[in-house]
């Protein structure tokens, strides 16, 4: 990873969440939501992070901005780890990380104007020189993300989805970020606007040089807007690989689950039907070795036994698997395991 320009990275990142019980409100267990995570995000790219509900990926998009206060391990944005700042030291990594959440009308106070809301960061952060100079920035931006200045009189509820969401991105942008993570931006749009979303988020990432963080279940989203994609399972990182690359040549059992339960136009096309056995285990108690064996079809002894290493199997595509397995054959060969293990 020395060799990559990253922008955001996080190093055996962790976010334990506790549950309470008893009269005192004592801790008798912990949620496992972000269970070691380490990758990079390099500059001027989309990684995609993909995953079921419950997986962790929301979780973990909100620490690494720090919304959310990291158990242990390293943020680390552009070369600084930010993991434990707080108050005047993490306010200027603030402004140049943003977020775009899943719910515009959530995200969007109902009782603010749109110019109250784009205005605020601008205050917050002591951008401009003077209100008329922050109103002129307003006004360009809201036509950036293809609204028009009539529209900043006016509050979220006269808004569609799509505007609405336009609104959102708008106010992440106010304060000029480097990084963005948008999580699920199109999940609640209708089909022809989220393609118009999308095409408004790879056109700002062209004109202001942004890198994403892309948070999303659905799978073709993430084809078309990622150069890589993480896969995650239970809290970890399970795949990791160029968007393509994973798409064509899956190497992690789940992965090519998911990608076997994406729809088709045409349904007598497919070749299989992805069928996982068992569930999900609990997070509040996870067990030994691969956390994926209990629903896996070619797990073995071993993977009941030895937590699986995170290698490196072709160039830039990793997997948490004991095995290389060829999914055509059935065929499987051990991963050597690293020593430090």
Known sequence: MEDKD???????LFKWFPIKGGVLGR????????DGVSLGVERGETLGVVGESGCGKTTLSRTVLRLTEPSRGKIIFDGVDISRLKGGKLKPFRRRMQ??????????????????ALMEPLHIHHLGTSQ??????????????????????????????GQRQRIAVARAL?????????DEPTSS??????????????????????TYMFVSHNLAVVRQMCHRTAVM?????????????????????????????????????????????????SPVNIPPGCRFKSRCGYSTDKCAAVFPPFVEIEDGHFVECLYDI??????????????SR
């Open 174 to 182: 106010t304060v000029n970020p480097e990084f963005l993570v948008l």
């Open 99 to 116: 977020m775009v959440f899943q719910d515009p009308y959530a995200s969007l106070d109902p009782r603010q104007s749109v110019r109250s």
């Open 189 to 210: 749009l209708d089909v022809s606007v989220q393609a118009q979303i999308l095409n408004l988020l790879k056109q700002l990432q062209a004109e202001f040089a942004l």
């Open 233 to 281: 399972y239970l809290g970890r990182v399970v795949e990791l690989a160029p968007t393509e690359q994973l798409f064509r040549n899956p190497k992690h059992p789940y992965t090519k689950a998911l990608l076997a339960s994406v729809p088709l136009p045409d349904p007598s096309k497919r070749t299989q039907l992805a069928v996982l056995e068992g569930d999900v285990p």
């Open 326 to 339: 060829d999914f055509t054959t059935g065929a499987k060969v051990e991963v050597p395991l690293p020593e």
């Open 27 to 34: 801790t008798v267990g912990r949620v496992r939501a972000v």
């Open 132 to 161: 008329a100079d922050r109103r002129r920035t307003v006004e360009k931006l809201i036509e950036t993300v293809g609204l028009n200045p009539d529209h900043l009189s006016r509050f979220p509820h006269e808004f569609s989805g």
């Open 6 to 12: 990253y922008l955001l990275q996080t190093d055996d």
